[in-house]
């Protein structure tokens, strides 16, 4: 079954195969993916397939944790907490489908991943980036505490097919 969060509004579990479309659809449209390091874009649907199946097969308690989100039984983001390398510090990420941009899912998603990382796997400091064209998930992070750490990072985004310039941030527990 693997783990499951829950807020208020949503419910953050390990993909299924029947979210593959979503997936797809959703993450792969560019203005989600650019803000991704490791989404292409476009991103066929047979890639979220690939991606659903690895997630599944490679989840295990204490490690790096990749889940959708949904809310009201409908797909409307991800995020995991992860480390980019052994030894490395915990790590949010998270993304929300252009549908739903605007209603608070965003914080909810990064609160639940802290809590995650404090509760779960006992971290005292978690660690997050975003691209500095998106300035929206900046202010999420900051509402969730983040304080900026550097600036002129600069970060691959598979989707841009390029670097593109990052602001680093922290939090401690």
């Known amino acids: ?34 803000n991704t390091a490791r989404v292409p874009h476009p ?31 409908q797909l409307v983001g991800g995020g995991g907490v992860f480390k980019r390398a052994p030894g490395s510090e915990w790590e949010i990420g998270y993304w929300i489908a252009k549908p739903w941009w605007g209603r608070g899912l965003a914080t909810e998603l990064g609160q639940g991943l802290v809590d995650y990382a404090r509760d779960t796997l ?9 691209y500095k ?5 900046g202010r999420v992070l900051e509402k969730l505490g983040f ?8 970060a691959f985004s598979m989707a841009r097919m390029g670097p593109a ?5 922290s939090l401690s527990l």
């Open 147 to 154: 304080r900026h750490e550097g600036d002129g990072v600069r």
């Open 43 to 73: 991103y066929p649907a047979l890639a979220a397939e690939m991606w659903v199946l690895t997630t599944r097969a490679s989840w295990q308690p204490g490690g790096n944790l990749s889940l959708t989100v949904e809310m009201d039984s």
């Open 1 to 34: 079954m693997g783990p499951r969060i829950e807020t208020e509004r949503l419910l953050m579990r390990l993909p299924e195969l029947g979210d593959a479309p979503d997936i797809s659809t959703y993450l792969g449209d560019y203005d989600v993916a650019k």
């Open 122 to 130: 006992g971290t005292r400091r978690v660690i997050a980036g975003f």
């Open 165 to 169: 310039d990052m602001h680093e941030l």
């Open 133 to 137: 064209d998106n300035p929206a998930s």
